[in-house]
């Protein structure tokens, strides 16, 4: 199925964006901030990359898919990047110092995302130039075999995230550590008041 007619595939594209905004919008005021108190970030990380390949392995199973069950997937990714992961993103980065927060953001954001899409899409170029056009279920085998990698780097970096209790621990380190040398200021500044 598709959609030869530009004004009718706008309005569909209209309606289609629409609607992720919508449920994104939902999931992430409605449902995250309430299941999060109970869940360790760790698990959605491992979650995202799981539904990925379950979809995009039935998605695999149709020689011809439809115009529905490949916005489907789509769709299922763009609600859990925009509602999941840029939340999951920032909550890696709490607990660190202000130096590695500010490293690891301009990495990730430059390197990760920028090289990622535009790397993806020179090998997409390069492909389809040495082999010839894919058909929609070899698209889908590509897509399928790069949410794999996705799931088995998800579980292996999903372990080095904090936990809720790490997390805090640190977090009242710093705490602690900054409350000290404010009171030794403090002690400091008294201390120059007498000698005067």
Request: charged letters at 20%; hydrophobic letters at 45%; one cysteine or more.
């Amino acid at each position: 199925e598709s959609l030869p007619d530009d004004t009718i595939r706008a309005g569909w594209m209209g309606k289609f964006f629409a609607s992720i905004n919508v449920v994104a919008m939902c999931l992430q005021f409605g449902v995250i901030p309430r299941i999060m108190p109970h869940l360790e970030p760790r698990y959605l990380w491992r979650f995202m990359p799981m539904t990925m390949v379950t979809a995009l392995s039935y998605l695999c199973l149709n020689e011809n898919p439809t115009l529905y069950l490949i916005s489907g997937c789509f769709m299922l990714f763009k609600v859990m990047e925009f509602s999941i992961r840029r939340m999951l993103d920032e909550m890696v980065y709490v607990p660190l110092d202000f130096e590695s927060r500010f490293l690891g953001k301009e990495i990730i954001s430059v390197f990760g995302y920028r090289f990622g899409k535009s790397g993806m899409s020179l090998a997409l170029s390069g492909l389809t130039s040495m082999f010839g056009d894919f058909g929609l279920q070899q698209l889908s085998f590509l897509t399928g075999g790069a949410a794999g990698v996705w799931l088995l780097a998800a579980f292996n970096v999903s372990n080095l995230v904090f936990t809720r209790a790490e997390a805090e621990i640190m977090y009242q380190s710093k705490r602690g550590g900054g409350s000290k040398s404010s009171t030794s200021r403090e002690r400091r500044r008294r201390e120059r008041r007498v000698r005067k």
